[in-house]
């Protein structure tokens, strides 16, 4: 089973910015896709971004423009850059990669966005 780590959670003012990590045990170059999920209290998991193994990006809309995926094959790491956070923001953060046959879950970070 990969592993996956996330990092850079935390508490924030609305408005402010985070940058989530996700680092892999495994080479991630080959993945059918990876990204972020994200669920907050007595909701359930949603898709925030995800990239495509052949480069197609999908955002939730509630953040198309401020947040941003990205990945380094050379470091098995996906970030998400969140910009102007909203408070409606606040949730768990996952990270997820999808490999033929295995699908990866890392154990979430917690985001806290302050009005």
């Known amino acids: 089973q990969m592993q996956l780590v996330e990092s850079g959670g935390g508490l924030v003012q609305a408005g402010g910015s985070l940058r989530l990590s996700c680092t892999a045990s495994?080479?991630?170059?080959?993945?059918?896709?990876m990204g972020w999920y994200r669920q907050a209290p007595g909701k359930q998991r949603e898709l925030v971004a995800n990239?495509?193994?052949?480069?197609?990006?999908n955002y939730a809309d509630s953040v198309k423009g401020r947040f941003t995926i990205s990945r380094d094959n050379a470091k098995n790491t996906i970030y998400l850059q969140m910009n102007s956070l909203k408070p409606e923001d606040t949730a768990v953060y996952y990270c997820?990669?999808?490999?033929?046959?295995?699908?990866?879950w890392g154990r979430g970070t917690q985001v806290t966005v302050a009005s």
């Open positions: 997820n990669v999808l490999q033929i046959g295995r699908n990866s």
């Open positions: 495994e080479n991630i170059f080959r993945a059918v896709g």
């Open positions: 990239i495509m193994s052949g480069g197609k990006i």
